[in-house]
């Protein structure tokens, strides 16, 4: 057990995320609990609005608030060896400790690599100033720095590009310097919150290598957000399922993919057209739509759309979390009822 | 970006050419010129005039010549020497007539853009980081009361208020004995320290306007995606505030420096008649109803090609502060 303590960077416990709106409450973030291994991939997936951004958001405590606020719940991240860790969640979001996480520790890259850079500043400019905040670079040498990082992300003649604007970049070179300016300071942990869905298909192919190939290079974590399930196949360790906030299911990749427990990833597996199912049958969905995120739920959010509810159970009391194998928890009743006996 | 300048100014001299006949063609188009209207009001009064001394007044004024020659002897007089014709009104040289008024407006709204800007801007952002917060409505209430009070009114406030007050005499722009004295610095000093209640006066209405603009920028560029980049690096908020979304909410308002130039010019004629300035405004207004036609006419096309340049000095702020205009900007989204 130990051991095992011993290899996690980053967990979440309970962590809950409200946004309060004029219109009502969203409870973007439920009782998440997830665990980012060092070193290791952790794939988050889900459907659009289930609070996958926010999550990432709050490790980093760039939760646009007002309106969002961390209303429970911890982050803890642990020191590079050892017990001592600093609970992320508890920190002032514009104090001191927090900013020597952000860039240093833990970086964060976007889905839009257009807005993600200021369009009236270089981008040498943008990758060097990490260096010069952490590491007490000069402006000289941190543009140095910035020309190696960009020829790291395999941009082509970086001492050139390193005084040009993020417009005269194509989408996929901005995505590189976008990651270029993650990794500048080394950081343990990378979230990419969908890094490649704006993305063609050879380019996204492109970025995933670069950043696997990096990841090896440096050793470090990653959680990569995505709603495609090819992705977290092929990048991830570990799985983390989100539905309507709530972390449904969390395994490792062979778990979540051979055997699947909550009724949603279940569904979200059929829902992946493949070309032997094209024969007989039309391309699964799953029925109904995703909750209204004002909506208020007594019992589990995915009761009325799962093929395997039970009426009254499932209905009535928020579903228990369940750690059916080792290292594999699903919230649902369904193994309540096992882990009972 | 030398380049730039260069063209734009290549561009400016066929448009300027334009402006000065469009000029000509206004003043000249109204029926009747100030020669007629003049000799009416004298013979009115019953002065009898010689038809010989009208016509010589008519050559005087060139009056006689056709439209296009008159023109070209007005432009070509502008051109080398400066001279703007002569005022009917004033009897006297144009340049004479607004020469040093215009100095005194240029003064008086320099001024008052730096009161407006150094005003503005800091409270447009405060507003714009502490939405919804007491100080922000505060503002808000007090901008919308500076956008709805005419100036006149404004200016008629706080002259009163300054002599039922302060026993302070605060009109014209100069004491008694310095109005006619010639410059020194004891003038300049008398000057400074009654330049405030204009500027104040004309300077609330654009105050109020700017710090809603700036707040609206502002609220605009903080929600935008590199501003989360930024933080996510680690910056400080102050130094994020001001290297990223101020710098990209003040491009759009250096484009309206350029519309300030001609309003120097032209604008505050009523508050310049209730505050008695030596400045422009009124002398244009009175011209324009006199048809002193050369005196006019210089309005026009002083105004005129101050919007032009104005224009021009605008947007190599504006290539020179933002690298996607600079580049011959391509729009990508
Ligand atoms: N700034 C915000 N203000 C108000 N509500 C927000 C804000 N950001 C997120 N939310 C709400 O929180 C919920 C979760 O949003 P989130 O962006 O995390 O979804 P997501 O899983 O990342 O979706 P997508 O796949 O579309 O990116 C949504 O219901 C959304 O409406
Ligand atoms: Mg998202």
């Given at each position: 057990m130990d051991q095992q303590k011993a290899n996690v960077l980053l967990e979440a416990k309970d962590l809950k995320v409200d946004f309060i709106l004029d219109e009502g409450t969203v409870r973007a973030v439920n009782n998440v609990s997830l665990t980012v291994k060092r070193g290791k991939t952790l794939g988050m997936i889900g459907e659009s609005g289930c609070g996958k951004s926010v999550t990432a958001q709050s490790i980093l405590r760039v939760v646009p608030s007002p309106p969002g606020r961390i209303v429970g719940g911890s982050i803890l991240l642990y020191a590079m060896n050892g017990d001592a860790s600093v609970d992320i969640a508890s920190l002032d979001?514009?104090?001191?400790?927090?900013?020597?996480?952000?860039?240093?520790?833990?970086?964060?890259?976007?889905?839009?690599?257009?807005?993600?850079?200021?369009?009236?500043?270089?981008?040498?400019?943008?990758?060097?100033?990490?260096?010069?905040?952490?590491?007490?670079?000069?402006?000289?040498k941190a543009r140095q720095e910035s020309i190696s990082a960009l020829a790291r992300v395999g941009i082509p003649k970086p001492e050139q590009r390193v005084d040009e604007y993020p417009y005269q970049l194509s989408g996929g070179m901005r995505q590189r310097a976008m990651i270029a300016m993650a990794l500048s300071c080394s950081p343990r942990l990378l979230i990419a919150d969908e890094p490649t869905t704006a993305l063609d298909v050879t380019i996204q192919a492109q970025i995933l290598e670069l950043l696997r190939k990096l990841q090896d290079e440096e050793g470090m974590a990653m959680l990569i957000i995505t709603h495609n399930l090819g992705i977290v196949a092929e990048m991830?360790?570990?799985?983390?399922?989100?539905?309507?906030?709530?972390?449904?299911?969390?395994?490792?990749?062979?778990?979540?993919?051979?055997?699947?427990?909550?009724?949603?990833?279940?569904?979200?597996?059929?829902?992946?057209?493949s070309i032997d199912k094209k024969s007989d049958r039309e391309l699964t969905t799953i029925k109904g739509n995703v909750p209204d995120p004002f909506s208020e739920f007594a019992g589990c959010p995915f009761f009325e759309r799962c093929p395997e509810a039970m009426p009254e159970r499932c209905e009535l009391s928020p579903p228990p979390l369940v750690e059916v194998v080792a290292g594999h928890r699903v919230r649902c009743f369904l193994y309540e009822v096992k882990a009972n006996g | 970006?030398?380049?730039?300048?260069?063209?734009?100014?290549?561009?400016?001299?066929?448009?300027?050419?334009?402006?000065?006949?469009?000029?000509?063609?206004?003043?000249?188009?109204?029926?009747?010129?100030?020669?007629?209207?003049?000799?009416?009001?004298?013979?009115?009064?019953?002065?009898?005039?010689?038809?010989?001394?009208?016509?010589r007044l008519k050559r005087t004024y060139g009056l006689d010549q056709p439209a296009y020659q008159q023109y070209l002897r007005w432009v070509y007089r502008i051109v080398r020497h400066g001279d703007f014709g002569m005022s009917f009104q004033w009897e006297r040289p144009v340049r004479r007539v607004i020469g040093e008024r215009i100095a005194l407006t240029m003064v008086i709204s320099i001024c008052t853009i730096v009161f407006t800007w150094v005003v503005a801007i800091p409270i447009g952002i405060?507003?714009?980081?502490?939405?919804?917060?007491?100080?922000?409505?505060?503002?808000?209430?007090?901008?919308?009361?500076?956008?709805?009070i005419p100036n006149f009114l404004l200016a008629l406030v706080l002259m009163y208020v300054a002599f039922a007050h302060f026993d302070l005499s605060v009109t014209g722009l100069?004491?008694?004995?310095?109005?006619?004295?010639?410059?020194?610095?004891?003038?300049?000093?008398?000057?400074?320290?009654?330049?405030?209640?204009?500027?104040?006066?004309?300077?609330?209405?654009?105050?109020?306007?700017?710090?809603?603009?700036?707040?609206?920028?502002?609220?605009?560029?903080?929600?935008?995606?590199?501003?989360?980049?930024?933080?996510?690096?680690?910056?400080?908020?102050?130094?994020?505030?001001?290297k990223y979304p101020v710098r990209l909410a003040i491009n759009p308002l250096i484009s309206t420096i350029g519309w300030l130039l001609p309003a120097i010019v032209s604008g505050e004629a009523i508050t310049g008649i209730v505050l008695n300035l030596p400045t422009t405004g009124p002398v244009m207004l009175q011209a324009l109803m006199s048809q002193d036609m050369y005196l006019a006419g210089s309005f026009v096309l002083i105004l005129s090609s101050l919007t032009v340049i104005g224009t021009l000095v605008s947007d190599i702020l504006l290539a020179w502060v933002d690298p996607r205009i600079r580049y011959g900007g391509v729009s990508e989204k």
């Open positions: 979001p514009k104090g001191k400790a927090i900013r020597e996480i952000r860039g240093r520790e833990i970086s964060m890259i976007f889905q839009e690599p257009m807005t993600s850079f200021s369009p009236v500043h270089t981008v040498g400019n943008q990758i060097g100033e990490a260096l010069i905040l952490h590491r007490r670079f000069s402006s000289e991830a360790e570990d799985v983390v399922v989100m539905y309507f906030g709530y972390a449904v299911e969390y395994g490792d990749v062979n778990q979540i993919f051979e055997a699947p427990l909550h009724p949603y990833t279940r569904c979200l597996w059929d829902a992946i057209p | 970006m030398l380049g730039y300048i260069l063209m734009r100014l290549t561009h400016l001299i066929p448009l300027l050419i334009v402006i000065s006949i469009i000029s000509f063609i206004v003043i000249t188009l109204p029926p009747g010129d100030y020669l007629t209207s003049h000799i009416t009001r004298l013979q009115s009064q019953g002065t009898s005039v010689a038809q010989e001394e009208i016509e405060y507003a714009a980081t502490h939405q919804y917060s007491f100080l922000d409505y505060l503002f808000t209430f007090f901008g919308f009361i500076g956008l709805a100069f004491s008694p004995e310095y109005a006619a004295a010639s410059w020194s610095f004891g003038k300049f000093i008398d000057m400074m320290q009654r330049i405030w209640l204009p500027v104040i006066v004309i300077g609330t209405g654009g105050t109020a306007g700017l710090i809603r603009v700036m707040r609206g920028c502002l609220l605009d560029e903080l929600r935008k995606q590199y501003v989360i980049t930024a933080r996510t690096k680690g910056l400080a908020e102050s130094r994020l505030l001001f």
